[in-house]
């Protein structure tokens, strides 16, 4: 079953996603070869975008494999990989075309919930070797900044880019999909940050599964032996321009641009004003919260 709209759904910002998005946190690293029983996996990165989970995977797997089918970030992820023990290849999640039980570590990093589960997961099963660990990692945005003026600024943008998706999804197309939105817009509840694609309909063909439900799909696949949920963090640094540019890397606002809704009608300008006038000029620490759902065959 290929979700080809979701592929296409990443194509044209290739270059800012892999600009301002994290990679995971290098604990998380050690956790996974530990119950892959291994320090050198073979690894295969599903959905692997512009290869920053695929370059993270590399300083300490044997190989990696990307499996992408977006042309556009797989260029991206070309052009950044200079390890020789990483390589790309077109392909989707459910239909790797890799051999079977070739893999110890299979990774999902900001991806299974594009994925279809359940043709998915038996892929998933079928490249790993028995004792093999799949891990699907996710984290939560914004990252904390220890600023509630900046972060509820991102929340408040990202409500107002969710109410014009929203237009889109209901078939909405030009003046009535343009039109101010005026009033009150909907508050996000607090367990966006974590799991936007939840309870979702998502628009122009695009589908998308609840983060938090990845651990039950898990069980009850049948594939695995043990599965659990770990929690990290990531910590690197930005500033108030990476803070801005990781809200414009989000794939829903990104569609609304294809479709002519600007910045200012999202309310983005207003939106970095308030970034800019928390945060100030300068770096500052980033805390990226992590979800890794984990199943081991």
Known sequence: MEVRS????????????????????????????????????????????TGLSSRWASGWARSVVG??????????????????????VDGWAHAT??????????????????????????????????????????CDFPPSVGSARAEAAFHACRARVKAYDDRLAAGLRGEELHEPLGGEVPTLPPEFVRDAPAGRVRSVGVTSWSKDEHLARFIASGHFRWC??????????GDAERFVAVLLSQGDFQTLKKHGVDEAMVGVPEFEADVHAALGDGTRPFWWSYRTRMGVK
């Open 6 to 49: 979701n592929a296409e759904r990443f194509s044209g910002f290739a270059d800012l996603y892999d600009r301002v998005r994290p990679t995971p946190p290098d604990v998380l690293a050690e956790i996974l070869c530990t119950y892959a029983g291994t320090d050198q996996p073979a690894v295969v990165d599903l959905g692997s975008g």
């Open 228 to 237: 659990r949920e770990i929690e990290s963090l990531r910590v690197d640094e």
């Open 97 to 138: 075309g890799l051999p079977a039980e070739s893999a110890d570590l299979v990774l999902a990093s900001q991806a299974l919930h594009w994925m279809e589960p359940t043709s998915t997961l038996a892929e998933v099963a079928r490249l790993l070797r028995p004792g093999g660990v799949f891990a699907a990692i996710d």
């Open 67 to 88: 499996v992408e089918p977006s042309e556009d970030m797989r260029r991206v992820a070309e052009a950044q990989t200079v390890d020789a023990a990483v390589t790309y």
